[in-house]
C-alpha cells in the first residue's frame, strides 16, 4: 500500500488545483455577458452565417493531427532517454524500430504535399 500513497497525493493535489481554479476563476473573472459568449463552440465572437454548400479545407486538421501524432513520438522518446542506461541493446533496438515507423510516416506525408501550407 506503501506505493500507492504517492499516487494517492498527487491524484488529491491535482483535484484540488482543479477545483481552486475553477472557483477563483468563477470569483475573480469578468462577468461580461453577451449572446456571442452564450453559443456554443463560440468565444466571444459574433458568429457568421456560411453559405448553404460551401465546403471547407481539412488542410487545418490534417495538420493537427500530424502534430499530434508526432508530439505522441515526443512522449514515448521521453522515458526511454531516461531508462536508456538499463534498456541496453535491446531498448536501443526497440526504439531504432520506432522511430524508423514514425520516420517511414514522416516522408510518406511529406511526399504526399501534407506539410504543405498553402
Known amino acids: ?20 481554479s475553477l472557483i477563483m476563476g ?6 461580461r455577458w453577451n449572446r456571442a459568449k452564450l453559443d456554443s463552440y463560440e468565444c466571444g465572437i459574433e458568429p457568421t452565417r456560411q453559405p448553404a454548400g460551401i465546403r471547407f479545407g481539412v488542410k487545418y486538421y490534417v495538420t493537427a493531427m500530424l502534430f499530434i501524432v508526432f508530439d505522441i513520438e515526443i512522449i514515448f ?31 510518406y506525408v511529406w511526399r504526399r504535399g501534407g506539410l504543405e501550407w498553402d
Do not use: H
Open 1 to 20: 500500500m506503501s506505493y500507492y500513497v504517492p499516487v494517492i497525493v498527487l491524484g488529491v493535489l491535482s483535484a484540488a488545483f482543479a477545483i481552486f
Open 77 to 107: 522518446l521521453y522515458p526511454w532517454a531516461v531508462a536508456f542506461g538499463r534498456l541496453g541493446l535491446f531498448g536501443l533496438v526497440e526504439m531504432v524500430t520506432f522511430i524508423g515507423t514514425v520516420l517511414v510516416a514522416y516522408v
Open 26 to 31: 468563477s470569483l475573480a473573472g469578468p462577468k
